[in-house]
């Protein structure tokens, strides 16, 4: 047989608020009940997710996860950020909900991936429906140490350990050999600062960032990261 279609099922503590947050990320309700049992199902063009209320739930407890693969990964991206933009005035990276930027994940045989943590505390994992043609492998060791803390921060939600990790190779790299990896590091860097509610590790970090030399072509690199810096900085 071929076609055939599976909808996550997951769990939350209110299906209004499940329904307001995914609405921002532009899906639409298409089913909707709240007896004998909370239940509400959301779509986005093919991506459908359904979403059943529990008494008592505590979102920061949850290990509920899915799996969504998406041809254009950046795209999707691009609009959830906009979505939470409006919903929140920013993209939230610490608490519930909040959401990563698309990396390649070591993990994941280098496919890119960035996760999404809803109101529930459902972790929506989205991932790339294949690697990008050539994918760079790491060069150097604070590139490789960056890529062991994505894995621990970003797929795994250990942000202490993942901050730990790249704090080591940040204290080896003073005078970085590559620029971009060492933005791209100081940069996560304050990201997982936020995650861990520490803002003047951030803003530290992000200062670092800001005195490194990068050449045009660099910038052009790093114009993701950069971005990500510059709107970190302003909700400091």
């Known amino acids: ?28 309700p298409t089913y909707r009940q709240q007896k004998p049992n909370p239940y509400v199902a959301l779509q986005r063009e093919d991506l459908n997710l359904h979403f059943f209320g529990m008494p008592n739930y505590v979102p920061a407890d949850s290990y509920s996860t899915c799996l969504v693969v998406v041809p254009d990964i950046e ?10 933009r409006t919903a929140y005035g ?23 991936g ?10 929506i994992r989205v991932t790339a ?11 150097g060791r604070l590139a490789t140490t960056l890529q062991n803390a994505v894995v621990l921060g970003d797929s795994h939600g250990d942000h202490a350990q993942a901050a ?22 100081l940069v996560y860097r304050a990201e997982l600062a ?16 800001g005195r490194v030399s990068l050449t045009p072509d660099a910038r052009e690199r790093l114009s993701a990261s950069l971005a990500a810096a510059a709107e970190l900085a302003s909700t400091l």
């Not at 279609?5 to 995914?22: K, Q």
């Not at 920013?90 to 890119?112: A, D, E, H, L």
Request: charged content about 25%; some cysteine; hydrophobic content about 40%.
């Open 1 to 28: 047989m071929a076609n055939e279609v599976t909808v996550p099922l997951l769990p939350c503590s209110s299906i209004d608020e499940i329904a307001d947050f995914y609405g921002a990320l532009g899906f639409r």
């Open 75 to 84: 795209a999707l991206h691009a609009a959830f950020a906009a979505g939470l």
């Open 90 to 112: 920013r993209v939230p990276v610490s608490g519930i909900p909040r959401m990563t930027r698309p990396r390649p994940r070591r993990n994941g045989g280098g496919v890119t």
């Open 114 to 123: 960035f996760s999404l943590v809803d109101p529930g505390g459902n972790w």
């Open 129 to 139: 429906a294949k690697p990008d043609p050539a994918p760079a492998e790491p060069v």
């Open 164 to 185: 730990k990790i790249l704090d080591g190779g940040l204290r080896r790299t003073d005078a970085p050999d590559d620029p971009v990896a060492y933005v791209e590091a």
């Open 194 to 209: 936020m995650a861990l509610r520490d803002p003047e590790t951030a803003q530290e970090v992000l200062n670092r960032a």
